[in-house]
């Protein structure tokens, strides 16, 4: 059986009918408010349903690469692939959602930095995991019962 073979029969279809129609919604909405006033004043910051729309296929369609990549061994670049599209989402999302796109930079700045001192504490915490592996102490009977389910 081909990789494409086995991404198409072990994908979540709900995931990739909701990115379709989140898709086609987007299109809709898009021919609905074409040429549409609002008539009342923007207070604060409007975004567009259609981009909304847009943000939301987009994070839709990674969620199905992100399980798609799931079912191909790629190796040592299986992490490094996982990680690229769970960080193109989470970008996505401050982006758009929270509105950081049209925020103050101090915003931005604040959260970029918070993501880079968590990045550095839990790159020190797994400094060591090399070290202290062939001391682990197994019980056989978490062994059993992964290698061994009894339903």
């Known amino acids: 059986m081909s990789?494409?073979?086995k991404l198409l029969n072990n994908v979540d279809w709900l995931i990739l009918s909701a990115a379709f129609l989140s898709l086609l919604a987007t299109l809709v909405a898009g021919k609905m408010n074409k040429g549409t006033k609002?008539?009342?004043?923007?207070?604060?910051?409007?975004t567009p349903t259609v981009l909304m729309l847009t943000i939301?296929?987009?994070?839709?369609?990674l969620t199905w690469v992100t399980v798609g990549v799931s079912y191909i061994d790629l190796g040592s670049?299986?992490?490094?692939v996982a990680m690229g599209v769970a960080t193109?989402?989470?970008?996505?999302?401050?982006?758009?959602?929270?509105?950081?796109?049209w925020d103050r930079p101090f915003?931005?700045?604040i959260l970029v930095g918070s993501f880079l001192f968590l990045g550095i504490f839990l790159g020190f915490a797994l400094l060591d995991t090399g070290e202290y592996k062939e001391y682990l102490?197994?019980?056989?009977?978490i062994l059993e019962t992964?290698?061994?389910?009894?339903?």
């Open 3 to 5: 990789i494409v073979e």
């Open 38 to 46: 609002d008539p009342h004043p923007v207070v604060g910051h409007m």
């Open 56 to 61: 939301l296929t987009a994070l839709l369609f």
């Open 77 to 80: 670049l299986n992490i490094i």
């Open 88 to 101: 193109i989402k989470a970008t996505l999302v401050s982006l758009y959602f929270m509105h950081l796109r």
């Open 107 to 109: 915003n931005a700045i």
């Open 137 to 141: 102490i197994v019980d056989p009977t």
């Open 146 to 151: 992964q290698f061994n389910p009894s339903d």
